[in-house]
């Protein structure tokens, strides 16, 4: 309720406006209201305080009254309460028994309860002194949540300076667009060869096309007629050498115009990710990854169809049809008035056929786009939907959605069939006319028979460019929308400027203060408040409180993914604003609770932060904090491919490799979030060992729920 919408606030894409504790808590009341059977929780406590987490086990405590529940967790305290506890160890069940009864046995579980409760189970507060602390746990502001349609009553009305316009829902803007334009055409520059070689090609093919209805029209007034044999032999040299020059200029122009466009591509494709990696966290706070994918890929991939197949097509397209029109009058004034008499039937009907087909192809890229939504939102979900057996009403709901792209699609191809027709049927009568007024003339000896035969074929050539333009019209509208999102993102400047006054500091000592900080994540709503904390050079503080509480936030400040808005930060005695930031982030050692590990072997992933190690320094590395012994198990070994964020190894193996890979960079500075929360009490004893060489000589800042992850810290901060 203290949110700022309670129970109505948007938590944002993945529940990133949400601390870790909170999203938790949410999690565990969803499936509580749900009145389940049979109850799994996996860790379900691990990202909350001591306190929250005593809090949920007493309310659990009633709840399971008369349920079949499963727990896993590395506390003991969360599984002491149950009917029969199970120690796994290597795949097999080892022991089993009530807490009382593993106790005596003086085996595994004895040791991991001497582990915990020697450190922390035996300092939680009495209940009733935890619900006063709870009563008053202060709660972080969330997170800016992204400007959607669907969500504005929940968006403060002013706009932060990272977040995209909602130019998403634009699907045709204008078919020329001068800013657009005049940014695209910079692109154009570096091919200093592909692109006159485009031109010259498309000119040449147009020119082939325009000038075989010529030469039937000479080779038959002149020649044929004449009974010039001679004469028609060179005509026809002509023509296959037409021909020959028409096939050519095509192959030269589809493979120049490729290599233009694949190449434009790759730089803006290039130039969006370097811009994407430069860009302050709160772009992406505020931005839903869906959106930001959807301009780099669906918007650089419509650009590139055009780009590919119409840009320069559409060009030779105009000036074919002009050249057509010139020949014509040309070569008959008369007949090509009556040929053209048609046209402003065209006209007309282009544009009535322009407003209608407009609406539709736009509600065809809006059904697909929540199509692509859906599914999106039910893969990145699918083990929350199976465990809440939600698989048929989501399929339901998808079948609608799937069923209204299906009716958006046929009433657009309705629209789009009647182009064809028409065009053909207005080509129809014209061709008629020429053939009436033509052969009129033919017969009164007013026009030569060749020059009918020309406008006959010159009717073709004149109609189809406009059926290509009409058909071009709705890509260029596409184009030039998708060009406008493009330039827009990569507009976007990162909040985070760097000083002029930026300093590269060699080598960070790891001195730290905090005077007078003060942050917010919405302009005007506190998150931090006035905090004066100083941090000496190769020591350790802990800090510890409720969730939500701003210790993530104060740990993002010293990583400078967020600047103060009140205060300053000092490392070394330097304004965090005023270090150039590649460099100061080069010496920070960043260990979360949600381990990132990429698709790639073990070892790269340990040599991430310091790609010049060699393998003894990975082995090293690995051994210091426990995790050689799991990955020689590997079916690889440190050869091991992982999975799209390290899914075929567990939460605990993935944070091992984690701490593997900061120890590796040998950073001054280490951060670690939560670093403990999902590993067992072997594995966190193993690892505080090795925590103890890793924190010498160096300033480590410590956010944990674990009392054994803190309690040796130089100084503990509330």
């Known amino acids: ?45 691990s990202s909350v305080d001591t306190e929250t987490a005593y809090l949920i086990q007493h309310a659990l405590a009633e709840l399971l009254v008369g349920r079949t529940t499963f727990i896993i967790a590395h506390r003991v305290r969360s599984v002491q309460m149950a009917d029969i506890i199970l120690v796994l160890k290597d795949g097999r069940i080892v022991e089993q028994g009530k807490h009382l009864e593993l106790l005596a046995q003086n085996g595994i579980y004895q040791q991991l309860y001497n582990l915990q409760f020697q450190d922390q189970e035996d300092s939680v507060l009495p209940l009733g002194r935890m619900a006063v602390a709870l009563a008053e746990e202060p709660t972080e502001k969330p997170l800016l949540p992204d400007a959607s349609g669907q969500h504005q009553t929940h968006i403060p009305s002013e706009r932060l300076s990272s977040s995209l316009d909602d130019t998403d829902e634009v699907v045709y803007g204008k078919p020329y667009d001068s800013r657009v334009f005049s940014r695209m055409i910079k692109y154009f520059a ?75 591509l790759l730089n803006l494709r290039s130039q969006l990710f370097d811009h994407l990696q430069r860009l302050s966290l709160k772009f992406f706070d505020v931005n839903k990854a869906g959106r930001i994918m959807s301009r780099v890929l669906n918007d650089v991939g419509e650009l590139g169809d055009f780009l590919d197949s119409g840009a320069f097509w559409v060009a030779g397209e105009v000036v074919s049809l002009v050249a057509v029109v010139i020949a014509m009058f040309v070569m008959d004034l008369k007949l090509a008035l009556f040929t053209f008499a048609v046209v402003p039937f065209l006209i007309l009907f282009v544009a009535l056929w322009q407003l209608k087909a407009r609406s539709y192809f736009v509600k065809v890229r809006q059904a697909i786009a929540l199509v692509n939504a859906a599914l999106q939102e039910n893969i990145s979900g699918v083990r929350v939907i199976q465990s809440l057996s939600r698989e048929e009403l989501n399929s339901q709901r998808f079948d609608e959605v799937n069923k209204a792209n299906l009716e958006a699609n046929l009433a657009s191809v309705r629209v789009s069939a009647l182009m064809s027709p028409v065009v053909e049927m207005l080509m129809s009568i014209s061709t008629a006319v020429i053939i009436l007024y033509g052969g009129g003339g033919v017969l009164g000896g007013t026009i030569f028979i060749g020059t009918l035969l020309a406008f006959l074929l010159y009717i073709q050539r004149f109609f189809d460019p406009i059926r290509t333009l009409t058909m071009e019209y709705t890509q260029l509208q596409r184009t030039m929308a998708s060009g406008t999102r493009i330039f827009e993102l990569l507009d976007v400047k990162p909040e985070m400027e760097e000083s002029q006054e930026t300093v590269t500091v060699p080598a960070l000592k790891g001195d730290i203060r905090f005077e007078g900080v003060s942050f917010s994540y ?5 998150v931090l408040h006035n905090i004066d904390l100083h941090i000496p050079a190769g020591k350790t503080v802990a800090l510890v409180g409720p969730t939500g509480a701003g210790k993530t936030t104060m740990v993002n400040l010293i990583a400078r993914f967020y600047d103060v808005t009140g205060g300053r930060i000092l490392a070394d005695g330097y304004d965090l604003r005023n270090i150039n930031k590649v460099a100061y982030r080069g010496q920070l050692g960043l260990v979360l609770q949600d381990p990132f590990l990429f698709s790639d072997t073990v070892k790269e992933n340990i040599r991430y932060g310091r790609l010049e190690a060699s393998d003894e320094e990975i082995t090293a590395a690995a051994k210091a904090v426990g995790a050689h012994d799991f990955i020689v198990r590997l079916e690889n070994g440190y050869d091991t491919m992982l999975l799209e964020r390290g899914q075929n190894l567990s939460m605990g193996q993935r944070q091992l490799i984690s701490f593997a890979r900061a120890l590796l960079a040998n950073p001054s500075i280490l951060l670690l979030d939560e670093a403990t929360a999902n590993m067992d009490s072997y594995s966190e004893q193993v690892l505080q060992q090795a925590l103890k060489q890793l924190f010498q000589g160096r300033t480590a800042v410590v956010i944990a729920h674990r009392l054994s992850t803190v309690r040796h810290a130089d100084r503990i901060v509330v």
């Open 522 to 526: 919405d302009p005007g709503v506190e």
């Open 190 to 264: 570096p091919y200093k060869v592909a692109l006159p070689l485009t031109i010259v090609a498309t000119l040449l093919f147009t020119f082939s096309n325009v000038v075989s209805p010529y030469l039937v029209g000479l080779a038959e007034n002149d020649y044929i007629v004449a009974g010039n044999l001679s004469g028609l032999n060179m005509i026809v040299l002509f023509f296959m050498g037409n021909a020959v020059l028409n096939w050519a200029s095509y192959y030269v122009q589809i493979k120049a115009e490729a290599r233009l466009g694949q190449g434009i």
């Open 1 to 45: 309720i203290s949110l700022p919408d309670g129970y109505e606030t948007w938590v944002g894409e993945r529940g990133i406006t949400l601390s870790g504790g909170q999203k938790q808590r949410l999690a565990i009341a969803r499936t509580i209201l749900l009145n389940p059977r049979i109850l799994i929780m996996d860790d379900s406590t």
